[in-house]
């Protein structure tokens, strides 16, 4: 127990003694869990706004409206044995002027438009929905071999080209993140290598009194290994206590944007709390050990 105080004690000493270096070092590390933090946040929200839209995505078959409904359900029937087919839904002509003028409630000169038409312009139609997204060019064209007279027309609307987009947009911050991650990794490298091996050159004497007397390898570069396992509490300690708030500053410009769609960034980071920053604390701390190693092998041999 008096060795472990000790050790700690000689850890905190170089820390505060150096505390410019440990500023910077800190500093360095809560850059690089920032840009990684930040990498996740884009990952979760292009992952959030993909699985959002197929979930939306769905093909309409419009019908002719004085259609009998023994048709359309057979028509039903037979687009739902489809397997490409998740679910299908009937609209019937008074289910689609009620949405209608739900959708419009607010629009008097429509619902005047409307009223002044003096009946229902709506046709019924089939909704339907697929079960993979990827399979939709399939179910498109199966749809398309469908024939029969009671279809008046088909909406087939294409959701690829924004997918792809998305798609498009979040590789490229990918790439260019794990770029300023590599960076900051092999900065925060150095950096804690240059603190450790400042703290040594400060303790030169003590490392060869304490050589002298006897004193143990453990005893002379746990100190050292200490300090980086306390920059990296201190650095993943600071990034929670930043991130959460910015977090909470995104999320209602995140709901507002993708409006309709069920988009929570924070619930996820909360959620899953230990498993990102306990990981981030674990990496930060190897990495710092690693560099705090080559420093203490090479400049605490007295």
Do not use: C
Request: net charge positive; hydrophobic share 50%.
């Amino acid at each position: 127990m008096l060795s472990l105080y000790r050790i700690i004690k000689f850890s905190f000493q170089d820390i505060v003694r150096n505390i410019w270096l440990t500023i910077v070092t800190v500093t360095i590390l809560l850059l690089a869990l920032f840009s990684i933090n930040t990498l996740i946040t884009v990952r979760l929200i292009s992952d959030n706004a993909v699985t959002a839209i197929k979930e939306k995505i769905d093909i309409s078959l419009y019908i002719k409206p004085d259609t009998v409904e023994t048709e359309i359900m057979a028509l039903k029937a037979r687009v739902a044995a489809l397997p490409q087919v998740k679910n299908v839904i009937y609209v019937s002509k008074q289910s689609a002027i009620d949405a209608f003028r739900q959708k419009y409630q607010n629009d008097q000169a429509v619902l005047a438009a409307l009223k002044e038409l003096g009946r229902n312009p709506l046709s019924p139609s089939l909704t339907i929905i697929p079960k993979n997204f990827d399979e939709s060019e399939l179910l498109i064209n199966n749809l398309k071999m469908i024939d029969t007279p009671i279809i008046e027309s088909r909406d087939f609307s294409d959701n690829t080209a924004i997918l792809n987009k998305i798609s498009g947009i979040t590789n490229r911050v990918n790439q260019v993140g794990l770029f300023v991650i590599s960076i900051f990794i092999l900065t925060s490298l150095l950096v804690v290598y240059n603190a450790i091996r400042v703290a040594i050159y400060t303790h030169r004497q003590e490392i060869e009194i304490m050589r002298l007397v006897g004193a143990s390898n453990f005893f002379i570069y746990m100190p050292y290994l200490f300090s980086a396992i306390v920059y990296a509490l201190i650095s993943v300690l600071i990034i929670i206590s930043v991130f959460y708030p910015f977090l909470t500053l995104l999320q209602p410009y995140l709901e507002a944007f993708f409006t309709g769609y069920d988009i929570n960034i924070l619930s996820y980071f909360v959620d899953n709390f230990f498993l990102i920053f306990g990981t981030q604390f674990l990496v930060v701390v190897a990495i710092n050990v690693l560099a705090s190693l080559f420093a203490v092998r090479k400049y605490a041999r007295i």
